[in-house]
């Protein structure tokens, strides 16, 4: 699994002009999902963003997690952070299908919940508009064949 976590002070997806999931203050989780992965998978990647330590404290340190800081979760599927890009047209045959993803994008939400977060989402294989207003900006890029 891929995730491009980005600390935000609000973020939005919209579905055909509709409002489909907002946070405030939190992380936006671009999450993607390749044909081999699994639960523990997903279990490790939420242990590492729902714990990541990149909000500030009283002294102007990133010390202090999602939990400490208050924050939300929304999450969007993004099978495009399993791109091939070796040709200027990227191919996608990396990322899982449906089958997969959907299952093990859920069982993530459900995994942060389990923690005690607030998690809006998109909508899987939708056409989406995704906004933020990125604070810092602070964006990490997980890989759970490297954690």
Request: hydrophobic letters at 45%; one cysteine or more; proline letters at 3%.
């Amino acid at each position: 699994m891929r995730a491009v976590v980005t600390r935000v002070s609000q973020a939005s997806v919209v579905i055909d002009g509709q409002t489909v999931g907002e946070i405030g203050k939190g992380f936006l989780v671009l999450l993607g999902i390749a044909p081999e992965d699994t639960e523990a998978q997903a279990e490790k990647l939420a242990d590492k963003v729902c714990g990541l330590r990149v909000f500030s404290d009283e002294a102007g340190k990133m010390n202090l997690n999602l939990e400490a800081a208050g924050g939300e979760l929304l999450v969007v599927s993004q099978f495009t952070l399993y791109a091939d890009i070796k040709s200027r047209r990227p191919g996608f045959t990396k990322a899982a299908k449906p089958d997969i993803a959907i299952p093990l994008y859920e069982k993530f939400m459900e995994l942060c919940r389990n923690r005690g977060f607030h998690v809006e989402h998109g909508e899987f294989g939708a056409d989406m508009v995704v906004s933020s207003i990125n604070d810092g900006p602070v964006t990490i890029w997980m890989d759970t064949e490297t954690m």
